[in-house]
């Protein structure tokens, strides 16, 4: 079965203390793999799309890579503005050829000033 | 540019009622996914529809239902409401089908309360 975990669940950071989320996927036909940022009460913001190991995105203070196996996301010296939930999704492609983006549960991250 | 357009934001039904979301597309985009967001499991794919076909389907009982008008605008049905129904629902469009591209964008979702 097609999986995404997101760890840690939650994270708390200091104002400018940089850190990593993780995102370690198990998907037949990986087609891309999305980074979103969600606010409460909010539908999720795209922030990056990676479609093979290697690649690297950057936004401000975020940096997005891929592996094989997994994404990190790297927040560098976050500010309280960058507390958000962080959703990872893969889409995948099944042997029928039907596309659909499967989510992980997301990291809260709470940055403090 | 417009975005995604969710109604209605907020709604309170009782067990055994049925209940509509629909959901605008941004201009210009074809394809439009339902999902459902609950505290426990999190964003769970409920299906797509692209020139008014459903081309994917979740697993989820057949009380949820959906269709894509020609306009590009979707409407999602749940019948016979259930507890555990109450969720966020969240629209979202893309330009195509299985598109990759710059993702998908998201409304604001429907928060649904079943009591």
């Known amino acids: 079965e097609d999986q995404v975990t997101q760890s840690p669940e939650a994270l708390r950071l200091q104002e400018g203390e940089s850190s990593s989320l993780n995102c370690s996927y198990t998907v037949s036909g990986l087609r891309g793999l999305f980074w979103y940022r969600q606010d409460p009460g909010k539908g999720p913001e795209f922030l990056f799309t990676?479609?093979?190991a290697g690649e690297e995105k950057e936004k401000e203070r975020l940096k997005a890579t891929l592996t094989k196996k997994e994404s990190f996301l790297h927040i560098t010296a976050p500010k309280p503005e960058d507390s958000a939930t962080y959703l990872c999704?893969?889409?995948?492609?099944?042997?029928?050829?039907?596309?659909?983006?499967?989510f992980g549960k997301g990291t809260k991250l709470t940055v403090n000033p | 540019k417009a975005g995604v357009t969710q109604t209605p934001r907020y709604l309170i039904k009782t067990r055994g009622q049925q209940v509509t979301l629909s959901c605008s597309p941004i201009s210009g985009h074809r394809s439009v996914s339902w999902y459902q967001q609950t505290p426990g499991q999190g964003l769970q794919f409920l299906f797509e529809y692209f020139s008014e076909t459903q081309r994917n389907k979740g697993n989820f009982p057949g009380r949820f239902s959906g269709r894509q008008f020609s306009n590009s605008r979707s409407e999602m049905n749940v019948s016979t409401l259930e507890l555990g129904d109450s969720a966020l629902y969240l629209c979202?469009?893309?330009?195509?089908?299985?598109?990759?591209?710059?993702?998908?964008?998201f409304g604001s979702g429907t928060r649904l309360t079943v009591v």
């Open positions: 990676l479609y093979s």
């Open positions: 999704a893969v889409q995948n492609q099944d042997q029928g050829g039907s596309e659909k983006l499967v």
């Open positions: 979202a469009s893309s330009l195509a089908y299985q598109w990759t591209g710059n993702g998908y964008t």
